[in-house]
C-alpha cells in the first residue's frame, strides 16, 4: 500500500476498523446475552451502528495516527457492558464471553479474505479497476482483523485474553492474575513503545496473515 496517499489510505482503512471493532464489541454483548446478561441489550449496544461503539482516541486517533507513521495498527472500541454476575456461570461465562471478541475479528479475517480472492479473481476477468480498491480493502481487512485476534488474545487484564485466562485458571491463580487489570493498559503501553508487543505478536500474526492470503490466491 505504499504508492497509496494518505487519504486513499484512511479510506481503505476506515471501513475494515470500524467494522472490526464494532462487530468484535457486539460479539460480547451477543454472548453475554445468550448466557444470561441482559446489560448490554438495555443499554442499546447490540447495535452495528459504529457511532454507539466509537472511542475518540481508541477507534480514531490512535490508528490514524499509526496510520501516519507507518507503524503496528491498532484499535479498541467502547467496552459493551457486561455484568458478570448475572451469568449463568459466571467464571466459565466470562471465558466464552471474552473470547468472542477476538473469534468474531477471525471470522471477519477469513471474509475479507474472501473477498480479496474475488477482487483478484474479478479484476483479472474483467479488468475493471474498481476492484483494485477492494483489493486493497480486503488486504486492510485481514490485517486490521488479524492484529486484533491475536492482540486480544494477550493473558494480559483487561484484554480479552487476560480474561479468558481468568475464566480457566484454579480460583486462587485467577484471582491473581485479576489484581494485574488496573496495571493491563500500562504494560501494553510499556510492551508497544519498547518493541517488545512487535516481537511477541509478530509470529502468531505473520503465520495466520500467511494462511489467509495463501487461501485469497487459490
Not at 487476560?162 to 475464566?167: H, I, L, N, S
Not at 509470529?203 to 495463501?214: C, H, K, N, T, V
Amino acid at each position: 500500500m505504499q504508492n497509496l496517499s494518505l487519504i486513499q489510505l484512511i479510506v481503505v482503512w476506515a471501513p475494515p476498523i470500524l467494522l472490526a471493532v464494532t462487530l468484535h464489541e457486539v460479539a460480547h454483548g451477543w454472548a453475554a446475552l445468550k448466557l444470561g446478561d441482559t446489560t448490554a441489550q438495555s443499554m442499546g449496544r447490540l447495535s452495528l451502528n459504529p457511532l454507539r461503539h466509537i472511542d475518540p482516541i481508541g477507534t480514531v486517533i490512535l490508528p490514524l495516527a499509526l496510520l501516519f507513521l507507518g507503524g503496528f495498527i491498532f484499535g479498541w472500541a467502547k467496552p459493551v457492558p457486561v455484568d458478570f454476575r448475572r451469568l449463568n456461570h459466571p467464571k466459565r461465562d466470562m471465558a466464552l464471553v471474552a473470547a468472542a471478541g477476538p473469534a468474531s475479528n477471525l471470522v471477519m479475517a477469513l471474509i475479507w479474505a474472501v473477498a480479496l480472492s474475488l477482487a483478484q479473481k474479478g479484476h483479472q476477468v474483467f479488468g475493471y479497476d474498481g476492484f483494485v480498491g477492494l483489493y486493497y480493502m480486503s488486504v486492510a481487512g485481514v490485517m486490521i482483523n488479524v492484529v486484533l485476534a491475536v492482540l486480544n488474545m494477550l493473558p494480559i487484564p483487561p484484554l480479552d485474553g487476560g480474561r479468558v485466562a481468568v475464566g480457566l485458571l484454579p480460583d486462587t491463580a485467577a484471582r491473581l492474575l485479576a489484581r494485574v487489570e488496573p496495571l493491563g493498559l500500562v504494560i501494553l503501553i510499556v510492551l508497544l513503545v519498547s518493541g517488545g508487543l512487535a516481537y511477541i505478536l509478530g509470529p502468531p500474526i505473520a503465520l495466520l496473515e500467511r494462511i489467509l492470503f495463501s487461501m485469497s490466491t487459490q
